[in-house]
Every structure is written in C-alpha cells, then in structure tokens.
C-alpha cells in the first residue's frame, strides 16, 4: 500500500506565499514522476506543476515565476512554492505520484492524496 499526505494549504491574502508539502508512504521502489493538480469548484483538475525522479521541471503558464516545485527523493517528499498568490489560484490542490512498488517492481502506478485546500482573498 502506498499513501500520500498532504499539508500546507490555507487562508491567504493575495500576493502572499503558501508552501505545500506532499509525503509518500509504503512499499516504494522508486518515484518516476511527483506533481500537483488543482481542482476548483465547478473546473476540472488540471496540472500545475511537476517534477521527474531526475529534477526535470513543467509549469503551467498561469503560474510560471510564481510557484515553484521541489522534491527530497530521500524523504519521498515533494513541495510546491507558491508565491504571489492570486485569487484565481483559489483551489483542492492534490498531489499526484507515478512510481512502482517493491510488490510489483516491473509495474508502474499511479497514486494521489486526498487534496488540500488553498484559499486566496483579495
């Protein structure tokens, strides 16, 4: 079994800076991929950022010089900067993570957290 836990989100001001953090737990073999989508009420999920098991970085354009992802491939562990937060980034931000288990190590999965709200205010 493999879980992913989110923290960070919250209330902010616009303008201002969050920091999420995602941990992956369980029979892990290795992690190809770790990203993060956000859902807001009435859109679909859609990706934000994401990083390869190589450092290899993808932003969408909305946020491009404002959010920054990160991972700690010791700790299974992925962070997503956020700064300058606008209203529109208002969203169920969730992690997502493409790896394989030491049960099936020739198998690629995918796996995501439960979501963590992020509220901008003007």
């Known amino acids: 079994q493999v879980q992913l836990v989110e923290s960070g989100g919250g209330l902010v001001q616009a303008g201002g800076s969050l920091r999420l953090s995602c941990s992956a737990s369980?029979?892990?073999?290795?992690?190809?991929?770790m990203a993060w989508y956000r859902q807001a009420p009435g859109s679909q999920r859609d990706v934000v950022a994401a990083i390869i098991s190589g450092g290899g970085t993808s932003y969408v354009d909305s946020v491009k010089g404002r959010f920054t992802i990160s991972r700690d491939n010791s700790k299974n562990t992925v962070y997503l900067q956020m700064n300058n937060l606008k209203r529109e980034d208002t969203a169920v931000y969730s992690c997502y993570a493409r790896l394989t288990t030491t049960l099936l190590p020739s198998v690629t999965s995918t796996y995501w957290g439960q979501g963590t709200q992020v509220t901008v205010s003007s």
């Open positions: 369980g029979s892990i073999a290795s992690i190809h991929t």
